[in-house]
């Protein structure tokens, strides 16, 4: 997976390859995909969702560039696959599952994978008001429409990482906190991803 999938879609960071090889991705996989678990598939998960593929997995924790004790906040708990590449570089990983069976699921993966120590809440990540700063905050599915309040959680340095759009092309960003009303926006990928549940959505158009 990681030389034939993860380095030629140009994630080539050795701490993000080596902390890919460090978790048991078939540990997060559902039985009946797990012969599938290291192939460049969107692997489908209960209640319709899916895991991320490792190509968008890689490009995710190369851009986030996360460090030793930075503080993680992941939305969107999926698996819990990403929650423990995070962790493996280093980040302390708090992380939302809107989904009850999601959530209860990933502490079991994370648990048998030795990622233990990672906070999973069952919580509905889109209605996010939080006082807490992190270093790090990554959304695993889209924002039809961005939304800034996801990037005022950041401390400053902090980076954020989110998917915006709808339709068959989505833009990956990459925000960072540059002081307490500045921020960058870097355009990172095109990609699709499912949307974030309870955002908002731009209006359907009408002839």
């Keep these: 997976m990681i030389s034939q999938q993860v ?3 140009a994630v080539l960071d050795a701490r993000t ?11 997060f996989v559902p039985s009946a995909w797990r012969s599938l678990a290291y192939a460049d ?5 209960p209640l319709g969702k899916h895991m991320l593929t490792p190509m968008l997995a890689g490009r995710i924790l190369q851009a986030l560039e996360v460090k030793a004790g930075d503080q993680v ?7 819990g696959y990403l929650s423990a590449c995070l962790a493996a570089l280093g980040g302390n990983v708090q992380t939302l599952e809107l ?12 648990r048998e994978a030795g990622f233990a120590g990672i906070e999973v809440t069952t919580a509905d990540g889109a209605s996010l008001v939080s006082e807490t700063a992190y270093d790090v905050i990554v959304l695993t599915a889209s924002l039809p429409i961005y939304e800034p309040r996801f990037e005022r959680a950041l ?11 709808s339709g068959a ?19 990172l990928f095109e990609t699709t991803l499912e949307a ?8 359907a158009f009408s002839f």
């Design 99 to 110: 989904h009850g069976a999601l959530a209860t699921a990933a502490r079991g993966n994370l």
């Design 155 to 165: 401390k400053y340095g902090g980076r954020l990482f989110v998917v915006v759009g």
């Design 17 to 27: 390859l080596a902390a890919m090889n460090q978790v048991p991705r078939e540990r």
């Design 169 to 187: 092309v989505m833009e990956a960003r990459l925000v960072r906190r540059l002081g307490a009303t500045e921020f960058s926006t870097q355009s």
């Design 41 to 45: 598939c969107a692997l489908p998960l």
């Design 73 to 79: 906040l992941e939305i969107g708990t999926g698996s």
């Design 7 to 9: 380095r030629t879609w």
């Design 196 to 203: 974030l549940e309870h955002v908002p959505v731009p209006p």
